[in-house]
C-alpha cells in the first residue's frame, strides 16, 4: 500500500486552508487542501510503519496519519489546530466528524505559547526580509497579523475563528505593501500585547483533554484492527483463483 493509496482509499477528514479558509483569497490564490487519513491497523503490526504524513498527490495537497494528527493538535500546534477549524470542510467519514466533535479538547491556554513561539519566528523572519532586501515579504507579514489576531481571539473567547471578516481589506493592504512596516510592526506588537492580556483571564482549560482523544483513538484503531488486512485479501484470492501463485512476504 503506497502512501497515495493511504489518501486516497482512507482519508477521514478534508478541508480547504489558506487564504480560501481565512477570507483572504484572491484570484491568483491556490486552494491548499489539507487532510487526516487512517493507516489501518495491521500496517503498524510490520517493521516497516505506514508514513505519518503524505505530501500530494495532488497539488498543494498535505494529509496526516490520524495519531500524528492528534499529537500536534494536542501540543497546539497552529497550522493542525486550524485544519480543525476550517469552514470549507471537503469531506468527512463517521470517523471523520468524531474528530470535529473533538475539536474543543484539543484547545487550551497551551495555545498561547505555540502561536507566540510560531510568531516570533516568523516576526524575525519578516526583519531579516526588512535588514537585507528593504521590505518584508508582504504576503507572510498580512499571515502573521492574521495569525496574531486569532491567537488573541480564541484566547477572549475559547473559539477559534479562521475568518477574518472585518479586518479582510486592511489586511489585503498589507499583502499589497501599502501599509509601511513601522505601521505593521506596531499593529504586530498591539495584538500580541492582548494576546498576552487575554491569557490571564482565557475561558480556555490549562491544558487539553488528552484522555478523550486517546480514547477516541485507541477505539478507532481497534476498530479497524478487525477489518481484513488488504494483504491477506490478496493473497486468499491468489490462492482461490490459482494460477497467481503467492506473494512472498
Known sequence: MTPEDLVRDHTIYSCVMGSRAFGLATDTSDTDLRGVFLAPTPLFWRFEKPPTHVDGPADEQFSWELERFCELALRANPNILECLHSPLVEYADDTGRELLALRDAFLSRQAHDTFARYALGQ???????????????????????????????????????????????????????????????????????????????????????????????????????????????????????GGGGIRQR
Open 123 to 241: 516576526h524575525k523572519k519578516l526583519e531579516a526580509d526588512v535588514r537585507n532586501h528593504g521590505a518584508p515579504r508582504w504576503k507572510h507579514a498580512m499571515h502573521l497579523l492574521r495569525l496574531l489576531g486569532s491567537c488573541r481571539d480564541l484566547l477572549r473567547t475559547g473559539a477559534l475563528t479562521l475568518d477574518v471578516g472585518d479586518h479582510r481589506e486592511r489586511l489585503l493592504a498589507v499583502r499589497r505593501g501599502e501599509v509601511a512596516w513601522p505601521a505593521v510592526e506596531s499593529w504586530m506588537a498591539r495584538l500580541a500585547r492582548e494576546a498576552d492580556e487575554a491569557a490571564a483571564l482565557s475561558p480556555l482549560p490549562p491544558v487539553p483533554d488528552r484522555a478523550r482523544v486517546q480514547d477516541f483513538l485507541v477505539r478507532v484503531r481497534r476498530a479497524s484492527a478487525l477489518e481484513p488486512d488488504p494483504d491477506d485479501q490478496v493473497m486468499q484470492s491468489a490462492v482461490n483463483g
